[in-house]
């Protein structure tokens, strides 16, 4: 028989145990902290999300404003005098008087310079002497042809001398011709050696001195005409329409702060310039007081009319299939507005809102355009109300 020998039962040590016991906790921790991590994503995953917020800037933004708006179309240009003349010499010679500066009135016809005229004067003289010399061969011619046609009726004489006195009648009264042209030449040049205002006005220029020498063409002075002025401009052909020959004009003028002035269109090129597309316009300017300096820059618009309106800057217009609409920031959110637009600037740099936004409504410009509705937005630092606009007419 073979007998076995059981093998001695072990104990386990307290080491063990110990180990055993550290694992069932470390299982135990890892379950409960996985447990409570699933807790916590799934509270996260039903709680609902924290939404965007926009943040944007105040050029982004305008606020509806409510003041006058004024259109109809600009002009601009300098201010012209309407009658000026280039004074010029049309004799030469030295000057030896002067009697007018720059801004002294003058009267029509006024004096104005003297020139030396000497060598005029003997003209003058010499055709004078020509002239009455001549006058006095015509008579004796005539006398002589009275009394030959007197012989040849009483036979004392042949026709052949009666025609030789006609023709001698006819020459003598030719050089008295030439002779009285001359003399006429001479007076008009002599004439000339004083330089006469062509109408009233102001003398605006005076290159000369008295002692020059100056030659026929020269320029002696410049003299305008203040109680008159015009002023040339162009306007787009789109807005040919709104002018008309007399329809008022409104401008201001540098150097007269806070002033206006009026004036009316008085004619309108009948064809558009080729390259630019513009029609020239040219308005005339009263200007009985002289209060206008001639040659100052001048701006202003046709037809003004003035109006209290709802505004917004022109960029914060869509149009959609011809639907005007704008985006709006209303209750800290995006939305857009269809709106109703009415009169605008010149250059559509504000426009009339008619319907669609109250006074106070904050639009949105440039790209922020683009943010979808319903975005939340918030405005970091203060609105921006639309570009300032001074109405150049009421």
């Known amino acids: 028989m073979t007998h076995r020998q059981n093998a001695p039962t072990r104990r386990p040590t307290s080491a063990g145990i110990i180990l055993r016991s550290l694992s069932v906790a470390a299982i135990i921790v890892a379950l409960t902290f996985g447990a409570e991590a699933c807790g916590r994503s799934a509270a996260a995953e039903s709680a609902p999300a924290t939404p965007v917020v926009m943040t944007l800037v105040s050029e982004d933004i ?26 010029r010499a049309e004799v030469g010679g030295a000057v030896t008087a002067v009697y007018a500066d720059r801004g002294t009135e003058v009267a029509s016809g006024a004096p104005l310079l003297r020139i030396e005229g000497r060598a005029l004067r003997d003209a003058q003289v010499a055709a004078t002497s020509d002239a009455r010399t001549d006058a006095d061969a015509l008579a004796l011619a005539k006398r002589r042809l009275t009394r030959s046609e007197s012989l040849l009726a009483g036979g004392a004489i042949a026709a052949e001398s009666v025609e030789d006195a006609r023709q001698a009648a ?33 003398v605006s220029a005076r290159p000369v001195n008295t002692g020059d020498i100056i030659e026929s063409g020269n320029v002696l002075f410049e003299v305008l005409d203040p109680t008159t002025m015009y002023l040339e401009s162009a306007i787009p052909s789109v807005q040919i329409g709104m002018v008309r020959v007399g329809t008022p004009v409104t401008f201001s003028v ?57 505004l917004v800057p022109g960029a914060a217009i869509e149009e959609t299939d011809g639907s005007p609409s704008v985006v709006r920031l209303a209750g800290g959110r995006i939305e857009r507005r269809p709106v109703e637009t009415g009169r605008q600037d010149a250059d559509g740099a504000l426009v009339e809102i008619r319907s669609g936004l109250a006074l106070g409504d904050t639009v949105v410009l440039g790209v922020s355009r683009s943010l979808p509705s319903g975005t939340v937005a918030r405005v970091a630092g203060a609105k921006s109300g639309i570009p300032a606009v001074t109405p150049i007419a009421r």
């Open 170 to 202: 006819e020459s003598a009264e030719a050089r008295l011709a030439a002779s009285n042209a001359r003399l006429s030449a001479a007076n008009d040049a002599l004439a000339r050696t004083v330089v006469r205002a062509p109408f009233a006005g102001i």
């Open 254 to 310: 540098t150097g007269y702060v806070g002033r206006t002035f009026t004036g009316v269109v008085e004619r309108v090129n009948p064809a558009a310039d080729a390259t630019t597309r513009q029609v020239p316009v040219f308005i005339a300017i009263r200007n009985v007081e002289r209060t206008l300096v001639a040659g100052l820059f001048a701006e202003g618009r046709v037809a003004p009319t003035t109006g209290p309106a709802l």
């Open 62 to 87: 305008a606020t509806v404003e409510r003041r006058d708006l004024a259109t109809g179309p600009i002009i601009s240009g300098t201010l012209p005098a309407r009658r000026d003349a280039t004074v």
